[in-house]
């Protein structure tokens, strides 16, 4: 897997301003849950761009995930939850069963129309019927491109119907029950 990053401007949206948007989540649960590691706020739109891009074909396919961080103050040390609000699709990539490359192109199309709030927070791609683990190439990929300890990484096996999620530069797996799912 081949990337360049890009970089942008790290901005996070308080726990006030969350509670604003995302009324949903059940603040007081939120903070105490996040103690260890944050929440993964996975909308179902979302999640069904992202299911619906990678069965287009039964070849790895992937793309940068967007979204926010949800932090009690200002600071990124302190992030409680990630929210993930838009899926772009790499649809400039070279795509075989097992490997897939994407240009910097995705990279500048994510990052150019974004608001303040929404960066680049990870990335996703498919492992059609090999299951969903990250192999040695996407640990690496990981530790290169989506390093900073709020950066996600999701591998997604549309056949099978499994999926994982990493996070930081080391790639640690994110616990199923701090995937959370809802409706706009
Ligand atoms: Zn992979």
């Known amino acids: 897997m081949k990337w360049t990053s890009i970089k942008s401007e790290i901005a996070t949206i308080t726990l006030k301003k969350a509670a604003h948007d995302w009324s949903f989540v059940e603040l007081s649960s939120l903070v105490s849950d996040a103690q260890n590691c944050p929440l993964i706020l996975y909308p179902n739109p979302i999640r069904n761009k992202i299911m619906k891009h990678v069965r287009e074909q039964n070849v790895e396919l992937g793309g940068l995930l967007v979204g926010s961080i949800v932090s009690i103050t200002d600071s990124v040390e302190e ?19 097992v490997s897939l490359t994407m240009s910097p192109r995705v990279w500048q199309s994510a990052n150019s129309g974004l608001s303040d709030e929404m960066l680049v927070i990870g990335w996703y791609h498919s492992h059609p019927n090999l299951g969903a683990f990250f192999s040695c190439v996407d640990k690496k990929t990981q530790k290169d491109f989506f390093y900073n300890h709020y950066n996600l990484g999701l ?8 999926e994982k999620w990493y996070i930081g530069a080391d790639a640690d797996e994110i616990e199923e029950n701090r995937i959370r799912a809802f409706c706009f």
Request: charged share 25%.
């Open 155 to 162: 591998v997604i096996d549309p056949v099978r119907n499994e």
């Open 79 to 97: 992030i409680i939850a990630i929210v993930v609000r838009d899926a772009m699709p790499s649809i400039d990539y070279e795509s075989s069963a």
